[in-house]
């Protein structure tokens, strides 16, 4: 942008910022929670000026060169050290603010590789489709700078995307031509591994394999990614080449520690970044609230609305981030309606149309890509977007970002507000919290957003049913050893198992070898742990589903061989790599004309897609009119209606195993008895509450559901249902409250039981947050007597489980963040300005009674008198 016009810009920033925070600019937090401008924090970020570095000595002058034609003459230091890593041969992972040119961490190594040896290649991994598009055009003007240049180079540097839009006729082309393969975890999945001899070029000089964006390979994805990947590594080791893997993420807690269980490589990490940073505001909105007794605050959208168009009066451009399609539609339209209005008082142009845009998923491509050149040259002057835009799409420097709602994640926050003020410009980041919970926790807490570490990715790519899914698709691709591991499990009894159903047949050598495979208590033996398996993927219950000359001593002789696909089968088409099963229900719209809309996983399917469900897709309203259980389809028409559904579930979680536990004392209550305690110590004054990590069965079933008001959240109606069960093996972590607990409490038992309700809602809640997973990934349960009088006299459990078959390795942490857990439940409940709960903190009054607040307070107040602080980074919130 000119000076000429940054000065104008700033000057407007400033005044829309004074207009909406009064007077001053506090550096620090500050609370200003005034009944006139409901802010309840401001930070301002200094601006930081850059570090440089010299290109390293290995790099190939005709591409500095290049770089320097484009205005590139020497690197910032992040840069710098992650382009020596990657040309040492080391893995690398480079974590760094939006805008701060990580790209070049990667795109250097990988054109100066082809420059060195024209028959090197690389593979790029984006987790959208729009995420490859835009670095095509950064790697093709590259490369045709290079190619005009002096020197002598390859005739082309072939650069191409490959996925499910590539057309037929061009995929033989690419897998030819192909230096630089743009493609997709999905693609490289079902499109690329399985058809590997085709690739072999590929394959044979893979040099690089670059994964952009790592933080959004979490929870599920990241588990199937992590498959992808070992049999990716798997068949670069049968054709002689081992890829380097270059990482870039946005802020987590453990990038490199991602980026290790995701690849199963070591890695060296880069954190410290020398890329410039303009100064910006950061500012925390909470909507007043308008009925105090039920905690109910003025719609978060028509605030965002006011603020948006508090920034447009002064010509600023700026993006809106809504949480959800329609979200998007409704604040596109406002905006609209309210531009020509604002533009006009400002003297600028009336052409408002084109000004103000939508963007989100079911856009045609070339509508996004107009969207998005209009950011670049300024056309555009707001878009109003879905999470689509968060990632590192190329949308110029904008001055302002206003996000409607809590992202879910500080990491996916922080991402948001880098999309305005990109290099040294001025900026302001704008959150409008809404009534739920996590708004509500982090817009009154706001150190646990700026203070706090980000939250850590986690995966567990070893859950049987993902692993197993894949080990299908290796040995489709390539034969298994009798000596071949894939994963912590033993895969030889997974193959064995797979066998006795005729997919893989063992070709027996007569040579005995010796075992050198590494045995521990974990792979050893997968009976067990297969056992529900054999259910899940149609797999015999017959003994001797082990390898033929198979023995238990690690070192004894067992004979070779090879384990070959022999189905007729095409096992990664029936593979999702979004959920855990592939036996998923697709949606089919009747309205008009037959046809399927979307598809939803196993789990999700009967509390989304029951009778007189209402589906949203693109912004449109369907309703559920017939679910067929067995065919797994869910058909639906379009309807006009101005509310939401809520699936009421009744669900029933039994604990299996436990994994870890721990007692803790807590005073008040008299000491559990020595007789058939288990071995509990006695303590005199003391009872103990516990918390516990293991595997669990839940049974869940579908037994009704709520009418929701948009934007209001009032309930309209309700229905009752008759679904069958759902049944699962799972992972959880569960709190158990003691009735000696309960007994302390001076309510009685219908209150009590409301506050351990009210409780496990909130803990949801948080959980949620710490986690840094999405609201479906986890489940809650309370394991409570039937009768109200036995309420205070049986202890309670309150369950959070893995919402997936096997277990994604949501519980394991919570196990030990229980205190940190517990504390912010605590301040979540507390902090809320309601009198009796609501939405934003134990749930709406029509689900608890009106002392659950309350009780679930001097729950807490007394289990966390004696809970131990497990992690001395705790904040204390």
Known sequence: MLPARRSQAENALDAALQRLTGPSLPGDIVRLDTPDLHITAVRRLLAVTAQYAPFPAALDERLTRALATRGVTQLYTHQAEAIDHALAGHHTVVITPTASGKTLCYNVPAVNA????????????????????????????????????????????????????????????????AHLVLSNPDMVHSGILPHHPRWAKLFENLRYVIIDELHAYRGVFGSHLCNVLRRLRRIC??????????????????????????TEQPFELVDTSGAPRGEKYFVFVNPPVVNRQLGIRRSYLSETRRIASEFLKRNLQ??????????????????????????????????????IRGYRGGYLPNRRREIEKGLRDGAVRAVVSTNALELGIDIGALDVCVMAGYPGTIAATWQRAGRAGRRTSRSAAVMVASSAPLDQFVVRNPSYFFDASPERALIDPDNLH????????????LPFTTTEEFGKHDVQEILGILSEQGLVHLSVDERPVLDTREHDGASASASDSLEPLRGAHALSNSAGGGVPGATEDGGAPRETGKWSWTNESYPADAVSLRSVSSDNFVVVDTTNETRVIGETDFTSGPPTL????????????????????EGRKAFVR??????YTDAITYTRVTPIDTFASSLEPLRGAEAPSDSGGGGVPAAIGKCWAQRSHGEVHVVSRVVGFKKIKFYTNENVGSGELDLPEQQM???SYWLTIPASLLGLLPYASDDRRDGIVGLAFAIRQVAQLLLMCDRHDIGISIDAPDGLDSAASTDHRIFVYDNYPGGIGFSAPLFEMHYELLTSTRKLIADCECEQGCPGCVGPVGNTGPLAKAAALRILDVMLEHAPRERSEVQAL
């Open 638 to 643: 379009e309807i006009d209606c101005d509310y």
């Open 466 to 477: 993902i692993l197993v899914d894949h080990i299908k698709c290796a040995a489709f691709e």
């Open 318 to 355: 700026l993006i809106v981030f809504a949480q959800s399609r329609l979200s998007t539609e409704i604040l596109t339209t406002y905006l609209k309606d309210d531009f020509e209005g604002a533009h006009r008082g400002a003297g600028a142009p009336r052409e408002s149309n084109a000004r």
């Open 237 to 262: 080791r049968h054709y002689g080449s081992h890829p380097v893997f270059l990482c870039s993420s946005a802020t987590i807690a453990n990038p490199r520690e991602l980026a290790e269980r995701l």
């Open 610 to 629: 029951h009778p007189k469900a209402i589906y949203i897709v693109e912004g449109k309203l369907y309703q559920v009119e017939r679910l067929d259980f």
């Open 729 to 731: 093996h799972t992972t």
């Open 114 to 177: 082809i420059l060195r040896d024209p028959s090197s290649r690389a593979l790029y991994l984006f987790p959208t489709k729009a995420l490859a598009q835009d670095q095509l055009a950064e790697l093709h003007t590259m490369c045709e700078t290079i190619a005009g240049g002096p020197g002598e180079t390859p005739e082309q540097i072939g650069v191409f995307t490959y996925d499910g839009d590539t057309p037929q006729d061009a995929r033989r082309s690419i897998r030819a031509r």
